[in-house]
C-alpha cells in the first residue's frame, strides 16, 4: 500500500458505479471516470500501474456516459457513442488491434456508436447504435458469439441479426436481452450458465428458455440472471455457492426464481454471488461470502470441490441501513451507489460504498482492509 500517495478529491458526485475483479471504478455526473484498487496492467487508467486505494481520474480528456468494470480492464462509452478501453489486453478485450496492454484510454477499433458496453473476464461485448451486438476479446469458448472460438482484437458481430436491448458479460459467457424482451445467452455453458436447458456451449446466441420477458440481465462467472418488469428476479447456472438465490443446491439449466417475496428494481451478479436493489432502496446479497462480499455475516457454509467457504443461500439484507440506486458484484467485493439520502454526510448527492475483499484496495476506502459491511470510498465530492 502506497500511503504517502494522496490524490485530488473527486470533484464532482458519482452517477454509476462498477466492481470488476480485483478494482472498482465509477462515473461522475460530469463524465469522468474514477477508479481504485488493483492497477498491474493499468486498468484504472491513471497513467500509472501502481495500486490505489483512493480514487484516481482515469486520463484522455474525454467526456463518458457509462463505464464498466472487467477482470483485469475497464471500458467506457464517450458522451459521443464511441468506445475506449484501458488495461490488460493478453486476449485483445481492448479492441484496440492490438494485443498491448494499456494504461490510458484507447479507442476501440471498428468505428462503432455503442449505446452500452460490458467489460468481461478477457473479453468485451457492445450494443451499437442500431442495436446489433459486437465482442472482441477472448473467444475459446464461443462468449464472443461469432460463430468462432477464436480471439480476437477488434470487435466482430455477435450472430443472429437480433436487435438488443441490454447485455451483460462474464467470464466464459455472454447474455442480452432482444427487444421483445427474451433473453438469449452463447459461450461455455458446462453449468447451465446459458439457461435453454442444456449443458451444451455454444457459439451464437441461444434462446433462454421459458421465454420469460426480462428487462436487465447480468451475468457472473458461471451463473446469469434476469429482472422481469414486476421485479422478480430468475437465475440459471451454478448454484454450488447459493449465488441463485434459492434453497435448491443443484445447479439449474434453466431459470429458477430467487426466493423472499422480494420487488427488486436491478440485479448485479458478481463471480459466485449476486446482488439486486430492492423497490423500498435496501440492497440484498446472496452466494458466496468467502471475503463479505455479501455485506452481511454468512448464515451458512457451502462445501464444493475446492473445499468450504461461508454462504448464503437467499437474499439477505446488505447492513447499514443504507438506501442504494445500484449494487454492483465483483469477484470478492460489492459496490453500491446511495439514492442520494443514504448515508451519513450524504447531503443529498449518491455517495459511493464499498464492502468485501480489500487486498489491493478495491474498496477505495484508503486501506487494505477486508470489510463485511459497507465502507464510504474516499475523497468524495462534499467529503
Same mark, same amino acid.
Given at each position: ?119 468481461? !473476464?478477457?473479453? &468485451?461485448?457492445?450494443?451499437? +447504435?442500431?442495436? %446489433? $451486438?459486437?465482442?472482441? /476479446?477472448?473467444? @475459446?469458448? =464461443? ?116 426466493? !423472499?417475496?422480494? &420487488?427488486?428494481?436491478?440485479? +448485479?451478479?458478481? %463471480? $459466485?454471488?449476486?446482488? /439486486?436493489?430492492? @423497490?423500498? =432502496? ?102
Amino acid at each position: 500500500m502506497n500511503e504517502s500517495f494522496d490524490p485530488p478529491a473527486v470533484e464532482a458526485p458519482f452517477s454509476a458505479i462498477a466492481a470488476g475483479a480485483l478494482h472498482s471504478c465509477a462515473l461522475t455526473v460530469t463524465g469522468h471516470v474514477f477508479c481504485w484498487g488493483w492497477n498491474r496492467d493499468g486498468e484504472l487508467g491513471e497513467g500509472s500501474r501502481t495500486d490505489r486505494h483512493l480514487p484516481v481520474r482515469a486520463l484522455g480528456g474525454v467526456g463518458f456516459g457509462s463505464v464498466s468494470a472487467g477482470a483485469g480492464h475497464t471500458c467506457a462509452v464517450a458522451a459521443t457513442g464511441q468506445p475506449f478501453c484501458w488495461g490488460f489486453n493478453l486476449s485483445g478485450q481492448l479492441g484496440d488491434s492490438s494485443f498491448s496492454a494499456r494504461a490510458t484510454p484507447v479507442a476501440v477499433g471498428g468505428a462503432l456508436t455503442l449505446m452500452t458496453l460490458e467489460a468481461g !473476464g478477457a473479453f &468485451t461485448c457492445g450494443i451499437a +447504435s442500431d442495436s %446489433a $451486438a459486437w465482442c472482441w /476479446g477472448w473467444g @475459446a469458448h =464461443g462468449q464472443l458469439g461469432d460463430g468462432a472460438r477464436s480471439d480476437r482484437r477488434s470487435p466482430v458481430a455477435v450472430l443472429g441479426g437480433a436487435k438488443l436491448t441490454a447485455l451483460g458479460a462474464g467470464i466464459e459467457h455472454a447474455c442480452a436481452i432482444a427487444a421483445d424482451s427474451t433473453a438469449w445467452c452463447w459461450g461455455a455453458n458446462d453449468l447451465g450458465q446459458l439457461g435453454d436447458g442444456s449443458t451444451t456451449d455454444t457459439t451464437q446466441p441461444a434462446p433462454v428458455t421459458g421465454a420469460r420477458k426480462f428487462i436487465a440481465v447480468t451475468v457472473g462467472y458461471s451463473h446469469s440472471c434476469g429482472l422481469e418488469a414486476a421485479g422478480d428476479i430468475y437465475c440459471w447456472g451454478d448454484n454450488s455457492l447459493g449465488q441463485l438465490g434459492d434453497t435448491l443446491v443443484a445447479q439449474a439449466s434453466t431459470p429458477r426464481l430467487v426466493v !423472499g417475496g422480494l &420487488t427488486f428494481l436491478s440485479v +448485479s451478479a458478481g %463471480a $459466485a454471488h449476486t446482488c /439486486g436493489v430492492t @423497490a423500498a =432502496g435496501p440492497a440484498y446479497c446472496w452466494g458466496s461470502d468467502a471475503s463479505g462480499q455479501l455485506g452481511s455475516p454468512a448464515v451458512s457454509l457451502c462445501t464444493t470441490a475446492a473445499g468450504s467457504q461461508p454462504c448464503t443461500r437467499v437474499p439477505t439484507l446488505v447492513t447499514g441501513g443504507l438506501s442504494f440506486q445500484s449494487v454492483s458484484g465483483g469477484t470478492q467485493h460489492s459496490c453500491g451507489l446511495t439514492s442520494g439520502a443514504g448515508g451519513a454526510g450524504g447531503g443529498g448527492s449518491a455517495i459511493a460504498y464499498c464492502w468485501g475483499l480489500n487486498d489491493h484496495g478495491q474498496l477505495g476506502d484508503g486501506t487494505n482492509r477486508n470489510s463485511t459491511s459497507p465502507v464510504r470510498v474516499g475523497k468524495q465530492e462534499g467529503t
